[in-house]
C-alpha cells in the first residue's frame, strides 16, 4: 500500500533554531496537510494546502511557521524561531482529492525543542 | 464549529472480548466523513475505519465495526475478539465534505489484558 514518508522521524533542536519537517506525499495526491500533537493531546490541525498555496490554516500557524512544496514531491514545514511549547510529534498527511473520504497519515516527526 | 467528544479516557478489555469505544460530534453539516484511528505506541496514525455521513448502513472492517446515529450524532467503534495488538490510543475524527481540516477527539486509551 502507498505511504506518506516523513524525515526525520525525530529532531532535536535548541530554542531558536530554524527547523525543517520533510514529508513525501503519496505520489498522485494533490492536497496535504499538516497537523501536530503536542504530548498527551489531541492532534491539532495546522494547515493544508492546494495547488502550490495555503488552502486553510489553524491560529497555530502563525507567521513562524510556513509549508513549502519545492520540487513537486516533497512538502516541507518550516519553522522559523523555535519555542519550547514547539516540541511535539508532527505528521504529514495527503488525500486525493476534495472529498476527504481517506486521509494517509505519514509515520510523524518527533520534534523536541530544549 | 465542529467538535468531537470522546468521554472515555480509558479502556480496558480481556483478550478476545468485546469492548466499544465511544464518540459524539457536533456539526450543522450534513455531508461528512467520520473516521476512527488507531495510533499505538509507535504514535504513528493507522486508520480502522471510515463512514460517509449519507450512508445508512454502518461500516465494518474485519473485527472492527461501527454504529453510527446521524440523529444522535453518534460514531462508536466496536472491537470484536480483541487482540493484544489493538492496544493503543483511539481518536474519534469528523470532517466535512468541502471542508479543509480533520477535527478529533482527545482520545481513548485501550488496554488489552492477555
Known amino acids: 500500500e502507498p505511504e506518506v514518508t516523513q524525515t526525520p522521524s525525530h529532531q532535536v533542536t535548541q530554542m531558536g533554531q530554524e527547523v525543517i519537517l520533510r514529508c513525501v506525499p503519496i505520489s498522485n495526491h494533490l492536497y496535504f496537510y499538516w497537523y501536530r500533537q503536542i504530548l498527551g493531546q489531541k492532534v491539532e490541525f495546522l494547515v493544508s494546502?492546494?495547488?502550490?498555496?495555503?488552502?486553510?490554516k489553524s491560529e497555530i500557524f502563525d507567521d513562524q511557521f510556513s509549508v513549502e512544496r519545492p520540487d513537486g514531491s516533497n512538502f516541507t514545514l518550516k519553522i522559523r524561531s523555535t519555542k519550547l511549547e514547539d516540541s511535539a510529534m508532527y505528521f504529514c498527511?495527503?488525500?486525493?482529492?476534495?472529498?476527504?473520504?481517506?486521509?494517509?497519515f505519514g509515520s510523524g516527526t518527533q520534534l523536541s525543542v530544549l | 464549529a465542529q467538535t468531537v467528544t470522546q468521554s472515555q479516557p480509558e479502556m480496558s478489555v480481556q483478550e478476545a472480548e468485546t469492548v466499544t469505544l465511544s464518540c459524539t460530534y457536533d456539526t450543522s453539516e450534513n455531508n461528512y466523513y467520520l473516521f476512527w484511528y488507531k495510533q499505538p505506541p509507535s504514535r504513528q496514525m493507522i486508520l480502522v475505519i471510515r463512514?460517509?455521513?449519507?450512508?445508512?448502513q454502518n461500516a465494518t472492517e474485519n473485527r472492527f465495526s461501527v454504529n453510527f446515529q446521524k440523529a444522535a450524532k453518534s460514531f462508536s467503534l466496536k472491537i470484536s475478539d480483541s487482540q493484544l495488538g489493538d492496544t493503543a490510543m483511539y481518536f474519534c475524527?469528523?470532517?466535512?465534505?468541502?471542508?479543509?481540516?480533520?477535527?478529533f477527539g482527545t482520545g481513548t486509551s485501550l488496554t488489552v489484558i492477555p
Open positions: 498527511a495527503s488525500s486525493a482529492d476534495r472529498s476527504n473520504e481517506k486521509l494517509f
Open positions: 494546502f492546494y495547488n502550490n498555496e495555503i488552502s486553510e
Open positions: 463512514q460517509e455521513a449519507y450512508k445508512q
Open positions: 475524527a469528523f470532517i466535512s465534505n468541502t471542508g479543509n481540516q480533520f477535527y
